[in-house]
């Protein structure tokens, strides 16, 4: 695969909390804001802070932010990223939050570690066991964190970017490929 | 009559191999060899009678994994009709079935489900490869995922390239694949049988061809025999 | 029925069932193992990923403009929704206009492929309930018309890439608009005639009414959307709440289910969501202003600016979502799909268990689950 060309976005300032940072901070969890992403209000919160986060933010009648749409991991090289869409059944706000976990070495990559919200969230759960399958966020106390796209010995986290595809009699035919 | 019994050119290799194993005076009863020419005897007669009837009835097993079943669906239904070729009775299981559309995608995960399939199918079998993807990958050619053709894991008897094949191309096959098995011999297609084995097989659990993985296994053994 | 088998004191044990990845009322190659108690599923487990092709690997190592390709297989019965997700993100990430008739055409072919798309659902959901090749006749005839519609103006019957980042591809010819009123014209008295077949068929009746009730909590905790929950009585509907594209310019109403949420609602919606989406035609028609159908020139080498954002729309199923990173290259850093079926099927299980095997297909079915959206 090659990533040469590939840059990564740039990173983005720092903005003053919006409406869900603020409601976080005023029940104590930090978080810092970064640029929006299409006009939905975007922050960063730490590993240890999430769960509390999302509970607080699902439950509330002030944010009622009840909607998880996905969670995406996206492997910046140096870090990986967490990324959880929030919706509403009842409101139009949204909310993007990241949270950021950099890779811990470069011979042991795989052990990029985050808390599960399937416990109280259900459709967490699938989404976090894909995340696991193609980025490889290994998510702690998640009920059944198994690969749920591959097959379930595959070998690496294909949506990494230094992924190596396998290459054996059923794909060995097109030698122009993107591998 | 004796002049097709001794008529060696549509003779098997096995049946030729064991003629000169059979003492003379054994000749004249029943054996192997003579059920055999028996059988290449009649099948010039009865061959052309059985094709026809068999090339009017193809029955598909509905073996669809995505888009192009969708116009394999189309097909069945009555702006194509694909009864009038006979091959409208799609069976769900593979025992009851002569044909196999490989409609969409075969990724690794699936491939060993689909030679499963292939290997359950009766004899006479065969396989129409519809779709880009089933050719050679297609779209999706250099995915991790897919596998980069069925023929690479089964024989595959009428290629039908499109994305999706239109329906009418999917008659077109259709008719391809009758013409084929109009011009079979029964006592030719005996003797091949055995080659309509699946090409590769792949493991069920981590979807990689069993020879890798029985090589890999192989190395390893002697890898540590070699450190005893 | 189901109770009766609860009660009766007959001994059973419990066997594990492998259904699937070939089923033929899978739709495709799902995997259910199933843990049965004599009729009864107890545990479900369902085994996705025989369709995994990689799209979101292809979405980052393709050019955006050879990726507008492939996203018609994401859903492929769906395919104007999937790239319409793509367009709108790369769009608002761009900040570049789109021209009113370029609107109006996406809503148009969007409800024409919304239609083609519920005709095959009610096809494919009356063979699972039993109904093996007699029935399914009368909707793929309606079906056949919509794909020669948009053959005539994407070349393709189901792949259409036909809305592409700025605008769409072609702008058809007036007489094509005069097909799609002549359709438009006569399916209503279509949709009555599967009614007069299927909705007070005392078969159909007996299989849905009642099974497969999906509880209102229960959705919203598993991120269930489209027709799916909208039977369950929750109105939501993108098209409403969050309006895209032309939409607010329109007239049209979201049916919602009448009873609990059972499959006999799930089915009622669609059908009369089809009602609904040839209203909303017949206004887009009537509408059609004149003018640029581009806003974007359709290049290989195709970028949008840097920046991230993620864009949903109502698609067939559920909110169908695209996430796109750019870098302000031709390659999109990353691209994620949030697909509505993925999220519905997670919640089968809760659905299945408690119900006789037999039910399984009806549920599963009323679900409308599409397997390469599931597996991409
Ligand atoms: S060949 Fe095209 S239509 Fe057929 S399965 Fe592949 S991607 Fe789908």
Redesign the pocket.
Known sequence: MSQTDTNKPNETKEMELGKFGKFLKDNGIDSTRKDDSINVETIVISVKDLEPALRLLKTSSETKLNMLLTISGVDYTDRIDSIYHLWSYDHNDALVIKVELPKQSQANTDTVNLTSIANFWSAANWHERETYDLVGIRYLRHPYLRRILNPWDWEGHPLRRDYKQLVDALNDKNPHSFR | MSELLNNDLNSTDLARENAALISPELADTVTLTSIDKAINMLSQIVSPIANLARSNSVWPLTFGT???AIEMMCVGMSAFDISRFGSEVFRATPRQADLIITA??ITRKMASALITLYEQLPEPKYVIAM???TITG??FNDSYSVVQGVDRIIPVDVYLPG??PRPEAILDALLKLQQKIRTENYAKRRVQAYQQRPVCYVDYDCGRPLEDLLAMAMEDTSLALDQK | MSTNLETTNLKTDEMIINMGPQHPATHGVLRLILKLDGEIVRHVEPVIGHLHRAQEWQGQNRTLFQYQALID?VD?LSGMFTSLAFAHACEQIDGCQIPPRAQYLRALVCEMNRISSHLLWLGTFLIDLGALFGFPFYPFREREKLLDLFEEIAGQRM?FNYIRIGGVQRDPKPSWFEKVRKFTAEFPDRIDEYEAIVTQNPIVLKRTKGVGILDKSVAMDYGVTGPSIRGSGINYDLRKTRPYGIYPELNFEIPLGQNQGDTWDRYMCRILEMRQSNNLINQCLDKMPEGEISGKKQIAGLRIKAGEGFSAIESPRGVLGCYVISNGSDKAYRIRWRNPSFCNLAVLPSLLIGRPISDIMAIFGSIDVILPDVDR
Do not use: E, F
Request: proline share 7%; charged share 5%; hydrophobic share 20%.
């Open positions: 995505s888009c192009c969409g995608t779709g880009a993807c297609g779209m994305c999706p | 297989r492929y792949m």
